[in-house]
């Protein structure tokens, strides 16, 4: 298989590469860090791959196409396209600062467009190809606290949906929509993870995924059922940042 990876530099992305890379197949990993990136490249060519390394910003669009256009150089088709990379923060509107939520913007949404838009000529050509988009269940709600990376995820939502509508039958999409998996994003969380997976749980049930090819796919369980119930709890965790703002009012 050939397959492009973004994020490969920890979490999901970097485990997603050790389990291809025992499949033996040729590997484009991107991240943006040259150290991690190298040495995840390296564990990967152990365990069997052949590999190429990216060390771009998937906001960058067109540092990112020229190692797409690099990678579709070195092969016939492209089998797999991950688009992993992603970045989650908290909003914090209350400081009226707008950086942190269009950088949320930026890499979860442009960055899908950049790492995905690229291949699909080659795709439509070649009338084979899987997209896959690593969501979130935060793709189907939206948490109080943060409004900017359920944006995000609803936006790759509906983008998955309309590619799959759009492009030929042979090319699927798969929108990846978990939970809370143990990642270097989720560390910087608090303890706020309820049903928490480990990195390589989420990994091996991301893949049997991507293996039947599903349309999406919704991890663990027990998030489909948190759905269904999303207003009611959006109210009661709503209920702590408006104290916070009743008790600041009351300071100034």
């Not at 600062?97 to 690229?118: A, E, F």
């Not at 009338?127 to 990376?149: D, E, K, L, Q």
Request: a positive charge; proline letters at 4%.
């Amino acid at each position: 298989m050939n397959i492009f990876l973004t994020g490969a530099t920890s979490g999901i992305g970097e485990h997603l590469s050790y389990k291809y890379a025992k499949r033996g197949a040729f590997l484009a990993l991107s991240g943006r860090r040259r150290e991690k990136l190298d040495s995840v490249a390296k564990k990967c060519e152990e365990l069997g791959a052949k590999v190429v390394t990216y060390c771009v910003d998937v906001s960058d669009q067109h540092a990112t196409k020229e190692s797409i256009q690099d990678f579709l150089s070195k092969i016939s088709h492209v089998d797999l396209v991950i688009a992993n990379a992603g970045f989650g923060h908290i909003d914090q509107i209350h400081k009226g600062d707008p950086t942190v939520l269009n950088k949320i913007i930026d890499i979860n949404v442009i960055g899908v467009i950049n790492t995905v838009i690229p291949f699909m000529p080659s795709m439509i050509k070649n009338n084979r190809g899987h997209i896959a988009i690593v969501g979130s269940v935060a793709s189907h709600f939206a948490w109080p606290g943060a409004g900017a990376y359920a944006a995000s995820k609803h936006a790759v939502k509906a983008l998955s949906q309309s590619w799959r509508r759009t492009l030929p039958k042979n090319v699927d999409v798969t929108l990846i929509c978990p939970g809370f998996v143990k990642s270097e994003m989720t560390d910087t969380m608090g303890t706020w993870t309820p049903f928490m997976i480990s990195t390589e749980d989420g990994v091996n049930r991301i893949v049997k995924a991507l293996d039947k090819k599903k349309k999406m796919f919704i991890f663990p369980f027990v998030w489909r059922l948190v759905i269904l119930l999303e207003k009611p709890i959006s109210y009661f965790m709503s209920i702590p940042f408006r104290k916070a703002h009743e008790k600041n009012r009351n300071k100034l």
